[in-house]
């Protein structure tokens, strides 16, 4: 593929994935164009010397890899999370404010919530649906036909909002405006509209439960002078996911003994603490299978992961042109001026010397050009699933990335030229 297809995939992707089991979907949707072949968690399996596989847990992780053509003895991981800071819709949802029926939200992850205020918005995730026959099945739905809006308080009953600042209560403040003049269910009390909204759209009897995200319906697009820039919701992580699959889907060859392989977990902007994060057991219990399956014993199993290397992939802070003194005044961090390796003391990331001594070789040998990363000592850095997989695995594990302008909004920034080498540093790293 050439740089501009690699762009134009790029915004497909990031417009067709507005929550986690979307990414996936379209990550699955890739894989068997490119001949992956699928496995189940409840299936015995059986893999072959070179082929190529991925499995899928909760619909919103999922696990990538090729085998290699002998016993595989080493491992190379790509590591990247799927969701995205967002507001979630309650359970009961809806409600009623003098004539104007509202949502009601919960509030997954850190977003900022200003940036979603006055935004057109629309509603996607999973239901799980009954049809007239009794049977359950869960489907992935997105409305976008009828966006809803969190609208904000006029300047003219908050005076002082441009000189004391915005202050949202949570609770109060960011339920979305839906409709207007909808009657309530006599016997229930009740509004029906959300799946009336669905039945528009999906053939069902009932609804019987979801999980919906509010999301933005503005889609990504190319920004600046000569299209130097991307803009859309969800660089943070769908960048990083976008590139880290490139990378794999373009492993022409296995190796002779290394298994190749990408990860994509849910559920890091809430803590990685779930049964599809990455402090679960998925990726060690993935591995092991793949060793049993291979004939390889426990001791293999370890010596594999003692031989395995991790890249978590995740976004940075760019240095904001306004705000200079936020950021490590002898790391300035550039969009633009190459992918970021990030370093801290306080074991945020998981980078040490080793690490960060292998990754900075190999882009210098294939001429990509890096930075790094790290935060002044009087703001502390986030974090990413890389000590979490250390953890967990005991992998050597590095952190890098790209840097981007206003994260955990609903609409990021960040430089094209930077995702494109992330890409290929990726696919190298692979050795594709």
Same mark, same amino acid.
Request: neutral net charge; aromatic residues 8%.
């Given at each position: ?87 979630? #819709?309650?359970?009961? !949802?809806?409600?009623?404010? /003098?004539?104007?029926?509202?949502? @009601?939200?919960?509030? +997954?992850?850190?977003? &900022? ?60 403040? #960011?339920?979305?405006? !839906?409709?207007?003049?909808? /009657?309530?269910?006599?016997?229930? @009390?009740?509004?029906? +509209?959300?799946?009336? &909204? ?60 290394? #298994? ?7 559920? /890091? ?164």
């Amino acid at each position: 593929m050439n740089k501009q297809n690699d762009i134009d995939s790029l915004i497909a992707f990031l417009d067709r994935s507005p929550t986690a089991w979307h990414a996936v979907e379209n990550l699955r949707e890739e894989l068997r164009k490119a001949h992956f072949q699928e496995l189940h968690e409840g299936d015995s399996w059986k893999l072959t010397p070179g082929g190529r596989y991925y499995l899928t847990r909760n619909g919103s992780t999922l696990c990538a890899f090729v085998m290699p053509t002998g016993s595989p003895k080493s491992l190379r991981l790509l590591g990247s999370h799927t969701d995205s800071p967002a507001f979630k #819709l309650k359970p009961q !949802a809806e409600f009623l404010k /003098e004539n104007m029926l509202m949502l @009601g939200v919960e509030i +997954y992850g850190g977003p &900022l919530l200003t940036s979603w205020l006055n935004r057109d918005l629309g509603i996607a995730g999973r239901v799980v649906l009954r049809d007239k026959k009794g049977h359950l099945r869960t489907e992935l739905v997105t409305l976008d036909q009828n966006p809803v809006v969190i609208p904000q308080l006029a300047i003219h009953l908050d005076r002082t909002v441009n000189e004391d600042g915005l202050k949202l209560q949570k609770q109060e403040h #960011l339920a979305a405006l !839906a409709a207007l003049d909808i /009657e309530a269910d006599k016997k229930s @009390g009740k509004t029906h +509209y959300l799946e009336t &909204l669905l039945k528009e759209q999906y053939s069902f009897e009932e609804w019987v439960s979801g999980e919906l995200f509010l999301y933005p319906l503005e889609g990504a697009r190319l920004m600046g002078y000569q299209k130097q820039m991307i803009s859309s919701y969800r660089l943070d992580n769908l960048a990083s996911v976008f590139a880290s699959a490139q990378a794999l889907l373009g492993i022409k060859k296995p190796s002779k003994d290394q #298994l190749q392989m990408a990860f994509f977990w849910d559920n /890091e902007e809430v803590g990685s603490g779930t049964a599809q994060g990455a402090h679960s057991p998925f990726l060690m219990q993935t591995l092991e299978r793949i060793c049993l399956a291979s004939k390889i014993e426990r001791e293999g199993f370890l010596r594999l992961l003692s031989q395995g290397i991790c890249l978590s992939v995740d976004l940075a802070h760019a240095l904001h042109p306004n705000y200079n003194d936020k950021h490590e005044p002898r790391h300035p961090t550039l969009m633009n001026k190459g992918i970021v390796l990030k370093t801290n003391a306080q074991q945020r990331y998981a980078s040490d010397a080793v690490t960060t001594g292998l990754i900075a070789g190999l882009c210098k040998e294939r001429k990509i050009p890096f930075q790094y990363f790290i935060p002044r000592n009087d703001i502390p850095s986030g974090s990413t699933i890389g000590p979490i997989n250390a953890q967990v695995t005991g992998m050597t594990t590095l952190d890098l990335g790209c840097v981007e302008l206003s994260m955990h909004s609903a609409r990021e920034l960040a430089a094209v030229e930077d995702l494109m080498n992330l890409t290929k540093l990726l696919g190298a790293f692979l050795g594709g």
